[in-house]
Every structure is written in C-alpha cells, then in structure tokens.
C-alpha cells in the first residue's frame, strides 16, 4: 500500500524559510502528478503546487515566487523549499499523490483529488 510521510515543518519567524519533505513509499507509477496542499482549521484546503513525472511544475499564485517544488526520483522524495515565509503561510501542509498524469495545475486548482495523501506536517509563521 502506497504510504506518503511529510517532515520539516516548524516553526519560524516572517521571513524565514523551511523546506518540507514528503518520502513516498511502495509508490511505482511512472506518470504521475504529485503537490503539496494546505489547510487550516474552519478554511477550505488550498492547493500550492504541483509536480508531475515530465518535471513541470505549478504554483499557487499566493506562493509563486516564494516556494520551489521539486522531486528526487532516486530518493522517491518531494521537497517543498520555502522562503519568504508570510504568517498567512500558516497551516497544516500535506503532501499527494496521483496514480497517473494530469494536466498540469490541474492539482493546485483542485480539479481532481489525488489518490494517495500524508499525514501532514504543520508549519507556523510568526510575525
């Protein structure tokens, strides 16, 4: 059973910066998208960006900019660097996974829902 595990949340003051990982394990589809989502209580959850098997990407336009996604396929790893942290950055992040490919942006704007999720990992920014 495919199983996602998210690392490096914290917290950290406006400004700074903290990369997510998210190791993939028992994952072995070769075209896939895969992103990093967000929530806080009582909101609605907020795409952030995506990566697919090709090496595109999309971004959030709140976060486009700041954060960097990319994908150690060696490592079955996703990273989500981000930078220029904003409280408004604050929230649960959760890392996805599909089983095949889609178009791209279609995770961030929400368009599907992916197959396979994490548990999350919350980051905290204070100004």
């Known amino acids: 059973q495919v199983h996602l595990a998210e690392s490096g949340g914290g917290s950290v003051q406006s400004g700074g910066s903290l990369r997510l990982s998210c190791v993939l394990s028992r994952y072995t589809f070769s075209r896939y998208s895969m992103g990093w989502f967000r929530q806080v209580p009582g909101k609605e959850r907020e795409g952030v960006a995506e990566?697919?098997?090709?090496?595109?990407?999309d971004y959030a336009v709140s976060v486009k900019g700041r954060f960097t996604i990319s994908l150690d396929k060696a490592k079955n790893t996703v990273y989500l660097q981000m930078d220029s942290l904003k409280p408004e950055d604050t929230a649960r992040y959760f890392c996805?996974?599909?089983?095949?490919?889609?178009?791209?942006?279609?995770?961030?704007?929400?368009?599907?829902?992916?197959?396979?999720w994490g548990q999350g990992t919350q980051v905290t920014v204070s100004s």
């Open positions: 996805a996974a599909t089983d095949r490919l889609y178009p791209l942006g279609w995770l961030v704007t929400k368009a599907i829902d992916p197959n396979y």
């Open positions: 990566i697919n098997n090709l090496g595109g990407t």
